[in-house]
């Protein structure tokens, strides 16, 4: 074993870089990063993060109820109420921590409206606002002397042992061996389940593949979040985001004939959750017989969008599309998971002494259909949550002997079957995707499941195609298994 640590966090988007920062100087922490620290789906968070700040015009009964509207009241409540009254104090320390968010002129946070929302409650950093916090998150870690930072990393064999666990790590061709009393997962979202997606190219549900095979219990992970406006001129795998928030400023929706349609399925039109926005995107292109969906802001100045949007309009510029002047090309892709690690209050997952935050982690805020914004405030919420009971658990019980340590696989063997991503990409687009179809799930299941059987079957060369694939491999298949059984 190179070095034994109290806590081991998986993942280095906002829920594992908060998570590091909210442990005592005495606990020591090995945060794990499968690339570099700033590739994660929090840095790829545009919108920004929604809380209560203002208690004149707004309160937390109602974002609790816009949550658990865009939930379809599926939520756990207490985890709501959690979210909501706690996650302001976590927004401000973050503020504390340097994460700039724009301001207004009297030196308080901008805040603006997306949809499902009833208020202005979403404090941001222009359209960046998850580079913003994720950033700012890195240089503060960096400054710990508690913390260790392994990047370039990537985590392929998990031992729980009484005392804790041991981790297997890939970096540089090497292995390496790593103990700790306490893991957290914070290894993000599943999009790279799909063919298409807003997701970073290393979300693959590792940790929720890793928690399934340690006998964690996992929830709900077919409830997954389509986005309805990822550019769609883009032919790669992962599509870049048109933030909510150009709805919010007041963007609209328009088919393959420039007309507004939105309001047509439902009375809320553009801002509606992105679930109900989704449907009604992929039911107009069944009408219509195409797929060509716009969104158009260029009632507004100039200037103002530049400002307020310049990642959106510069990325859009590379795709040749002035946002300021042109209709912006949009379609549904994959964007994010409401179920995942299921864990109680405390961030705690159903084995001793390991914990789940951010994305893969199923809190049972969302419910059914993620609130736009709440994601990012969960992250920060949950995974505090996760330190602090750790931290007492540590001051409670001290540092308990791990146990016998595993016997290590090498890390050769023979090369992997190759296509078996892109298969596993393309069943669940075709069989599991805004406008589910039911009549393929069996199959689908089946054929994943071979192509799990195939995966496993042999002691392949230990790589991060590997890893990848049978995590991806893992997740379709508790998705299609949970669709199967009317589990979702």
């Known amino acids: 074993m190179d070095k034994r640590y109290d806590v081991i966090i998986v993942g280095t988007g906002a829920a594992g870089l908060y998570a590091a920062l909210n442990f005592t100087p005495d606990v020591s922490v090995l945060l794990i990063s499968k690339r570099e620290l700033t590739l994660s789906n929090s840095s790829l968070a545009q919108g920004g993060v929604a809380c209560v700040l203002d208690t004149v015009h707004d309160n937390y009964k109602l974002h609790i109820t816009d949550t658990l509207i865009a939930g379809k009241y599926k939520n756990n409540v207490k985890a709501v109420e959690k979210l909501v009254k706690e996650g302001p104090g976590d927004v401000m320390r973050v503020k504390e921590l340097g994460v700039d968010f724009d301001l207004n002129p009297d030196g308080t946070m901008c805040k603006t409206l997306e949809a499902g929302h009833s208020r202005h409650r979403i404090v941001h950093h222009k359209d960046s606002t998850g580079k913003a916090i994720v950033d700012g998150l890195i240089l503060k870690v960096k400054e710990l002397p508690n913390v260790d930072i392994l990047e370039n990393a990537l985590l392929y064999s998990m031992h729980k ?21 306490y893991c957290i997962l914070a290894t993000g979202g599943i999009g790279r389940v799909y063919q298409y997606t807003t997701n970073s190219a290393i979300a ?30 883009a032919e790669n795998r992962e599509r870049f985001l048109i933030s909510e928030a150009v709805r919010g400023e007041g963007a609209v929706l ?17 801002l509606a959750p992105r679930d109900v926005v989704s449907n009604a995107i992929v039911r107009e292109s069944l009408r219509t017989n195409s797929e060509n969906f716009y969104l158009d802001i260029t009632h507004k100045p100039a200037d ?43 961030s705690e997952t159903s084995i001793d002494g390991l914990y789940a935050a951010g994305e893969c982690s199923h809190t049972g805020v969302h419910g059914a259909n993620r609130l736009a914004s709440n994601s990012l405030l969960e992250a920060l919420v949950f995974s505090r949550t996760a330190a602090e009971d750790i931290t007492r658990k540590l001051k409670k019980y001290g540092r ?27 069943i669940l687009q075709d069989s599991y995707f805004v406008l589910p179809k039911p009549e393929k799930y069996e199959e689908s299941y089946r054929q994943v499941e071979d192509i799990i059987k195939l995966l496993f079957s042999e002691c392949y060369e230990i790589s991060s195609d590997l890893v990848e694939a049978k995590s991806i491999a893992v997740v379709a298949s508790i998705i299609l298994d949970e669709v199967r059984e009317g589990q979702s």
């Open 161 to 181: 042992t009484l005392g804790g666990f041991y981790l297997s790590i890939l970096q540089d061709g090497k292995s390496r061996y790593f103990g700790c009393n």
């Open 204 to 233: 693959t549900g590792d940790g929720i593949a890793f928690a399934y095979m340690l006998g964690a219990k996992i929830k709900h992970l077919s409830r997954v979040q389509f986005h309805p406006t990822a550019f769609a001129a």
């Open 254 to 270: 328009l088919n393959c004939h420039g007309e507004r349609f939105a309001h047509n399925y439902d009375s809320r039109g553009e």
């Open 304 to 346: 103002f969008l530049r400002q307020r949007f310049p990642m959106i309009s510069e990325r859009c510029l590379e795709e040749g599309v002035d946002i300021t002047k042109d209709w912006i090309p949009v379609f549904p892709c994959q964007h994010y998971l409401m179920g995942g690690i299921d864990v109680n209050l405390r």
């Open 400 to 426: 308990k002997p791990l146990g016998l340590e595993p016997a290590h696989r090498p890390i050769t063997g023979k090369k992997m079957p190759s296509g078996c991503r892109s298969q596993i990409r393309k």
